[in-house]
């Protein structure tokens, strides 16, 4: 099964390669939880919807303690998928500096 999304250059406007995804990634919010509807499964890892939105919008759909019309919770929700390319671009450079650092220790 694949999950596609438009990722076509023609569908895209005001393209940026320089922007600082380390920053980013740094104020991101990683928490280990149990879900309260099943306790028992264990420790899961994820985020916490509206502390994302706030760094990552796009990751995040719904509103922050939105209520559906018979006033149970509406819950947020995260697309993980959202944050593949903020994850690559800190990746990518987290390894210039390492490769500077390896190259410095050579010298």
Do not use: C
Not at 29 to 36: D, G, H, L, R
Not at 55 to 65: L, W, Y
């Amino acid at each position: 099964m694949q999950f596609n999304q438009g990722s076509d250059y023609r569908l895209k406007d005001e393209l940026n390669y320089d922007f600082d995804a380390t920053s980013l990634v740094k104020k991101i919010k990683p928490v280990q939880f149990k879900w309260k509807a099943d306790a028992d499964a264990g420790t899961d890892t994820g985020f916490i919807a509206h502390e994302l939105q706030e760094i990552h919008p796009f990751a995040v759909s719904g509103e922050k303690d939105a209520l559906r019309g018979d006033g149970e919770i509406a819950p947020q929700g995260v697309d993980p998928s959202k944050l593949v390319g903020l994850l690559t671009k800190a990746l990518q450079e987290a390894l210039v500096r390492i490769d500077a650092l390896e190259a410095a220790g050579s010298a």
